[in-house]
């Protein structure tokens, strides 16, 4: 085998060598996006399923403040229109002065009220307690958003940099041996 033999031959072992080491990193850099990509798919379901979690929570939350303010307003009329059948039946029974009678009734109302008043107090500080609890879910579905954003921001800057070593060598390999 003559010098310019072996020399095309060793040039045609190089250039086989390049090919695949870029083939070989063109391979890595798709399973580096796949498994990066899964990751993010993985994190953003959790994401997803955490913050439906928590708004679902939340809905119950208010929901049952709602519900709670809603029989407190219930009672109060029942026990407003009880009071008012109570005082037209006394007025016509003459039982006491009318006089009398609508000064205690006066009084029934201001406690009806009052006691309405607590009940809707306390479904407002029952639903703070309960938001209070969830804003730990809360806190933590913000650091998961961040770790995401994060991942992705990674992600991104590791493959555009594979991407960029792959296509510095493949014109490397291009200009050494030429498009054949």
Do not use: C, W
Not at 76 to 86: F, N, Q, V
Not at 97 to 123: H, V
Request: no cysteine; hydrophobic share 40%; proline share 1%.
């Amino acid at each position: 085998m003559s010098d310019e033999e072996k020399k095309s031959f060793k040039e045609k072992v190089d250039e086989k060598k390049e090919s695949s080491k870029i083939k070989r990193e063109e391979r890595i850099l798709k399973m580096e996006e796949k498994k990066s990509s899964a990751k993010i798919k993985r994190e953003e379901k959790k994401l997803a399923k955490k913050q439906e979690m928590t708004e679902r929570k939340l809905e119950a939350h208010i929901n049952l403040a709602d519900i709670r303010v809603d029989e407190a307003l219930d009672d109060a009329d029942l026990a407003i229109s009880i009071l008012s059948e109570e005082v037209d039946l006394d007025i016509a029974n003459g039982i006491a002065p009318a006089d009398l009678i609508l000064f205690k009734a006066s009084n029934i109302l201001e406690e009806i009220f009052l006691r309405t008043q607590l009940r809707i107090q306390m479904a407002k500080n029952e639903l703070i307690a309960n938001l209070q609890d969830d804003l730990g879910d809360a806190l933590e579905l913000a650091m998961l958003e961040e770790n995401v954003a994060e991942l992705k921001e990674k992600t991104g800057h590791v493959i555009g940099t594979l991407e960029g070593k792959i296509a510095t060598e493949k014109d490397e390999f291009n200009e050494k041996y030429g498009d054949e």
